[in-house]
């Protein structure tokens, strides 16, 4: 079964640190995509990124950047220069087919990760 | 552009009530439609998803029910609350297939 592994419960880091944020998958299927979500303390999610299992060339977006090694089963996502406004909780997620849907798939979360940024 | 609402905010509900909580999605049509729950200071929980009208799956077994009686609301319904239900309750849409989920703000119930 699919299956999401964020094994970091909680990480306090300084203001201007570098953090990364692990996530592990397991899946069967030969196709499948992998998501990150923010959610700040307001609560709503937010989209992060999206990356097809095809596609393992790192992706960086301003202070965000990702790392994806289909080797490792690992979609690890690192904060440069973290700051206080990244504090939030980070799920990774893995999207999984539905059998007999008409081409639905389903998000199987990752249980999060909570980042603290200290000033 | 496309827009999630998603009410009440917050919710303070009695053992034993109804609820009854509501989400539309704006600007798309036949989106997929996502019930999602977060106990405190856990993961999501799926526990309904709709890829159509009045065509709903639930993901476990529990005290709420789903209805979509329209192409873009979505309904998650209780007869009687419990207090396991207290929760964050997150409604979601998404284009067909491996489509990012985009979420409402959220309801935070509190069962008492």
């Known amino acids: 079964a699919q299956k999401v592994t964020q094994a970091q419960t909680e990480i306090s880091v300084v203001e201007k640190e570098d953090v990364t944020l692990d996530c592990v998958y397991e899946t069967r299927d030969t196709t499948y995509y992998l998501f990150w979500y923010k959610q700040p303390p307001s609560g709503e999610l937010v989209f992060l990124i999206r990356r097809n299992s095809f596609d393992e060339q790192n992706e960086i977006s301003g202070r965000y950047s990702w790392n994806f090694q289909k080797s490792t089963s690992s979609f690890n996502f690192t904060i440069t220069a973290s700051q206080v406004v990244d504090s939030a909780v980070y799920f990774c997620a893995l999207s999984e087919a539905v059998k007999n849907s008409g081409g639905y798939n389903k998000l199987i979360f990752g249980a999060g990760t909570r980042l603290a940024v200290h000033p | ?112």
């Open chain 2, 1 to 112: 552009s496309q827009t999630i609402h998603q009410w009440p905010a917050t919710l303070v509900q009695p053992v034993g009530s109804p609820l009854s909580l509501e989400c539309t999605v704006e600007g798309t049509s036949n989106p997929n439609l996502y019930w999602y729950r977060q106990a405190a200071g856990r993961g999501l929980q799926l526990l309904f998803y709709s890829i159509g009208i009045d065509q709903i799956s639930s993901e476990v077994p529990q005290n709420l029910s789903a209805s979509r009686p329209q192409d873009r609301q979505f309904i998650l319904s209780s007869k009687k609350l419990l207090l396991s239900d207290s929760g964050f309750y997150l409604c979601a849409w998404s284009d067909r297939g491996n489509s990012p989920l985009h979420f409402g703000n959220g309801t935070r119930l509190t069962v008492t």
